[in-house]
Nanobody, 124 residues
């Protein structure tokens, strides 16, 4: 009942920046959290950060604190992941995801809807 479309991935040198966007459609009024996750080759999908759809409070994994920022525009049903000071270890496919209920905001298995993913590659 919720569709998510991501954009903004690409190739960037270490220390550079990228901005990822996720557009939500459908029953967007049912969204409680909008999260960002990433998956590197050969590794499991991991939590990056999350924003509460109503209110805008955020939470990030320690490895990206101070470098990544999540924001939202509820009127446009859009969430953005601003990534600065990128490192080679940030290379991954990045996904946005929507959650309908408040518990387990950082758990991959707790999210109800997922985007298709967008590739981010950081060269050294």
């Amino acid at each position: 009942q919720v569709q998510l479309v991501e954009s903004g991935g690409g190739l960037v040198q270490a220390g550079g920046s990228l901005r990822l966007s996720c557009a939500a459609s459908g029953r967007t009024f049912s969204i409680y959290y909008m999260g960002w996750f990433r998956q590197a080759p050969g590794k499991e999908r991991e939590f990056v950060g999350v924003i509460r759809w109503s209110g805008g409070s955020t939470y990030y994994v320690d490895s990206v604190k101070g470098r990544f920022t999540i924001s939202r525009d509820n009127a446009k049903n859009t969430v953005t992941l601003q990534m600065n000071s990128l490192k080679p270890e940030d290379t991954a496919v990045y996904y946005c995801a929507a959650k309908r209920t408040p518990p387990d905001r950082a758990a991959v298995t707790g999210y109800d809807y997922w985007g298709q993913g967008t590739q981010v590659t950081v060269s050294s």
